[in-house]
């Protein structure tokens, strides 16, 4: 495979009505703190780091998105209460790699993204998902949007019980960790919607897994 053949997975982040925002500093500020958080914890797939880019959008390059649930969620979650859209593209990427900015890079992918952003706001999506494999990507864009919208509609605390329950552990667990009444958190648990979301994720993570094999696959035909 020749270098300037070779794809990756760009994640285009854009603050929703940053605009109209009241308080554009405290956004800002919120929106550098997820950027950071995320490139902490997912350096081990992150070809440049996410960055401001323009304005108030910020871009990432990655390898895989095996992670790119817990991403998405860990970055939304830290943005909270500012909400941003998110979209992923797949391709190819003619300049810039080897700086490892984002704001160098430059190629296919970031345009897909720029119009798949576009889209986007069009539709009202807070996410979409295009590799050129419109099966997956379907029903990955689907199934996240319907999550997402549940999922801003929790308070903190409701997001945080939903999170620590989804991670096993029990109610007098996270009632310790949380410093809150077993009752409290049984009743958190019991108010949210917790069985649909997280059947949603693990049919996610499913069909990133199924995408993540049939890229890699088309990727091996190439070579």
Same mark, same amino acid.
């Not at 405290?26 to 996410?50: C, E, G, W, Y």
């Given at each position: 495979?020749?270098?300037?053949?070779?794809?990756? %997975?760009?994640?285009?982040?854009?603050?929703?009505?940053?605009?109209?925002?009241?308080?554009?500093?405290?956004?800002?500020?919120?929106?550098?703190?997820?950027? &950071?958080?995320?490139?902490?914890?997912?350096?081990?797939?992150?070809?440049? +780091?996410? @960055?401001?880019?323009?304005?108030?959008?910020?871009?990432?390059?990655?390898?895989?998105? @095996?992670?790119?649930?817990?991403?998405?969620?860990?970055?939304?979650?830290?943005?909270? +209460?500012?909400? &941003?859209? !998110?979209?992923?593209?797949?391709?190819?990427?003619?300049?810039? !790699?080897?700086?490892?900015?984002?704001? @160098?890079?430059?190629?296919?992918?970031?345009?897909?993204?720029?119009?798949?952003?576009?889209?986007?706001?069009?539709?009202?999506? *807070? %996410?979409?998902?295009?590799?050129?494999?419109?099966?997956?990507?379907?029903?990955?864009?689907?199934?996240?949007?319907? !999550?997402?919208? #549940?999922?801003?509609?929790?308070?903190?605390?409701?997001? #945080?019980?939903?999170?620590?329950?989804?991670?096993?552990?029990?109610?007098?667990?996270?009632?310790?960790?949380? *410093?809150?009444? $077993?009752? $409290?958190?049984?009743?958190?648990?019991?108010?949210? +919607?917790?069985?649909?979301?997280?059947?949603?994720? !693990?049919?996610?993570?499913?069909?990133?897994?199924?995408?993540?094999?049939?890229?890699?696959?088309? *990727?091996?035909? #190439?070579?």
């Amino acid at each position: 495979m020749k270098v300037s053949d070779k794809k990756y %997975f760009v994640i285009l982040v854009d603050l929703i009505r940053s605009q109209k925002l009241q308080n554009r500093q405290s956004a800002t500020k919120r929106l550098k703190q997820s950027i &950071a958080i995320v490139n902490k914890l997912f350096q081990k797939d992150i070809v440049s +780091p996410m @960055e401001i880019t323009r304005g108030d959008e910020a871009a990432l390059v990655l390898t895989s998105i @095996e992670s790119l649930m817990d991403l998405v969620f860990v970055f939304l979650d830290h943005l909270m +209460p500012y909400k &941003a859209r !998110i979209v992923i593209t797949y391709g190819v990427l003619t300049t810039g !790699i080897t700086n490892r900015r984002s704001t @160098e890079i430059d190629g296919p992918a970031f345009y897909l993204a720029d119009r798949e952003m576009i889209q986007c706001k069009r539709s009202m999506r *807070k %996410f979409s998902i295009n590799t050129d494999t419109k099966v997956y990507d379907e029903a990955i864009t689907s199934i996240m949007n319907l !999550i997402l919208l #549940r999922w801003e509609k929790l308070t903190a605390l409701r997001r #945080r019980v939903f999170q620590l329950y989804d991670h096993g552990k029990t109610q007098n667990e996270i009632a310790r960790l949380l *410093k809150k009444p $077993q009752q $409290q958190v049984s009743q958190i648990i019991r108010s949210i +919607p917790y069985d649909s979301m997280r059947d949603g994720k !693990i049919a996610i993570k499913t069909l990133v897994d199924e995408l993540h094999r049939h890229l890699q696959v088309l *990727k091996n035909k #190439r070579t």
